[in-house]
C-alpha cells in the first residue's frame, strides 16, 4: 500500500492572486460571466442554409423571344424585394417551383457578374410534360415566383486553373446552349484558346443565334437542313490532345461525342444533356402502388418513374436523371436498385428512392403511392 495522503484540491486563486471564495471577486465573477452569456446570446448567428434548401420569391421582370420559330423564351427574375442575389458560376441551374407546383430546372444564362438578375431560357415542348407549357403561358412581366439553387452539376473548369488542358471545345445542341452560353464569355473575356460547334435543326429553331454568331469564325454553326446530322467528326473538328471538350445537348449528340472522345487520348469530356439517361443493364420487374393496389409492369429498358406518370401524370418529377430528388418516394416492400449519387445512407435505409433511375434488384416493388 501506497503511503501517499490524499489532499482535498484547494480552488485556485485568481489572476490578481486572490482566494475565489473572496467576495470581490464573486461579485466580480458574475459580473463578467452575466456579461459573456449576454453578448454570446446578441450576437448568436442562424446557421447559413443549405444551398439546398435556400429559397428565393423572384418576380419575372422581362420576357425575350430567343429563337426565330419564337418556340425559346428567356425569362429575367430579380428579388421581390431587391436585394442581391447569391452568386453562380458558369455550368449552374435553378430550381424554379411553377405556380402548379410543378418544380423544373433551367440553366443560368445570363452574366454571373450581374448580382441583380438571373436569366433563364425554356424551349416550349408540347409533349414534355407540361413544365416549359406553363413556363410559356403563365410566367408573365410580374409573375412571382420561387426558386432554390443556384446549383452547379456542371461546373466549368478554365484550362490553367485546376484543367491540364490548353484549350476548350465546346459543342451545344439547341437548347443546350444555355449553360454553355455563360462559359463561352467567360472563355472569352479571359483570352482562352476556344473553339465552338452550335447544332440545331434549322436556323429558326436555334436560341441566341446572334449572340453566338457575334463571336466571329471560332463557331460553327450546323444544322441539318443545311448540312445534315452531325457526326464526331463534324461536331470536334480539329480536337485533340490537350483539349477540355464541354457539350450540352440531345442524348444522341453528347453519345456521339462520349464515343469519339473514350478513343481520344488527352481530351477530357465534360457534358450535361437535357433527356433522361437511358436505362443501362436493365430487367423488367413489377410495382404495386400500396394506397390503391394497383400494379405497374416496368419493361426492361423504362424507368419507373416513365411508368407511373402513365397512371399517375401529377407524379412530381423534375430532371429525369438523379440528381433533383424530385422524385423521391417510399418504398413499402422489396430490394432496391439504387443508381442515384443524391440519397444519403439514412434515407435510403428509411426505404427511400429516386423513381427516374433507380430500379428492383428482384421482381417487385411496393411503393407508398
Ligand atoms: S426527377 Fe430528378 S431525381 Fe428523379
Known amino acids: 500500500m501506497s503511503g501517499t495522503r490524499s489532499v482535498p484540491s484547494e480552488p485556485p486563486l485568481d489572476l490578481y492572486g486572490k482566494d475565489r471564495s473572496d467576495r470581490t471577486t464573486r461579485v466580480l465573477d458574475f459580473i463578467a460571466e452575466s456579461r459573456l452569456r449576454w453578448t454570446t446570446f446578441v450576437n448568436r448567428k442562424e446557421p447559413p442554409a443549405r444551398v439546398d434548401d435556400r429559397r428565393l420569391p423572384l418576380v419575372v421582370v422581362e420576357r425575350r423571344v430567343e429563337a426565330h420559330d419564337t418556340d425559346v423564351i428567356s425569362l429575367l427574375l430579380t428579388a421581390a424585394d431587391g436585394r442581391k442575389l447569391p452568386q453562380w458560376r458558369p455550368g449552374a441551374h435553378l430550381d424554379l417551383e411553377l405556380p402548379s407546383g410543378r418544380v423544373r430546372q433551367y440553366s443560368l444564362c445570363g452574366d454571373p457578374a450581374d448580382r441583380n438578375a438571373y436569366r433563364v431560357a425554356v424551349r416550349r415542348i408540347p409533349d414534355g410534360g407540361g413544365g416549359s407549357l406553363e413556363v410559356h403561358d403563365a410566367l408573365k412581366i410580374g409573375t412571382p415566383v420561387t426558386v432554390r439553387g443556384p ?124 433527356s433522361p439517361p437511358p436505362v443501362v443493364d436493365g430487367t423488367a420487374f413489377r410495382v404495386e402502388l400500396a394506397r390503391t393496389g394497383e400494379t405497374i409492369e416496368i419493361p426492361a429498358d423504362k424507368s419507373v418513374l416513365e411508368e407511373v406518370l402513365k397512371v399517375r401524370p401529377d407524379s412530381p418529377y423534375s430532371c429525369r436523371q438523379g440528381f433533383c430528388r424530385t422524385c423521391r418516394v417510399r418504398v413499402v416492400s422489396g430490394a432496391i436498385d439504387h443508381r442515384d449519387t443524391v440519397l444519403t445512407a439514412a434515407e435510403r435505409d428509411a426505404g427511400d428512392m429516386l423513381m427516374c433511375v433507380s430500379r428492383c434488384d428482384g421482381d417487385r416493388l411496393v411503393l407508398d403511392l
Do not use: K
Not at 201 to 215: A, Y
Open 151 to 274: 446549383r452547379n452539376a456542371f461546373p466549368f473548369v478554365l484550362p490553367g486553373y485546376g484543367s491540364s488542358a490548353a484549350r476548350v471545345h465546346f459543342v451545344a445542341g439547341g437548347i443546350g446552349i444555355t449553360p454553355i452560353l455563360p462559359m463561352v464569355r467567360m472563355a472569352h473575356r479571359l483570352g482562352v484558346d476556344w473553339t465552338m460547334v452550335y447544332a440545331g435543326r434549322s436556323r429558326d429553331t436555334i436560341p441566341f443565334l446572334g449572340e453566338v454568331e457575334s463571336f466571329g469564325d471560332r463557331v460553327t454553326i450546323r444544322t441539318d437542313d443545311e448540312h445534315g446530322l452531325p457526326d464526331a467528326r463534324a461536331l470536334l473538328p480539329g480536337v485533340g490532345t490537350d483539349t477540355s471538350v464541354y457539350c450540352c445537348g440531345p442524348v444522341v449528340m453528347t453519345q456521339v461525342i462520349a464515343d469519339a472522345v473514350r478513343d481520344m487520348p488527352g481530351v477530357e469530356l465534360y457534358s450535361e444533356r437535357f
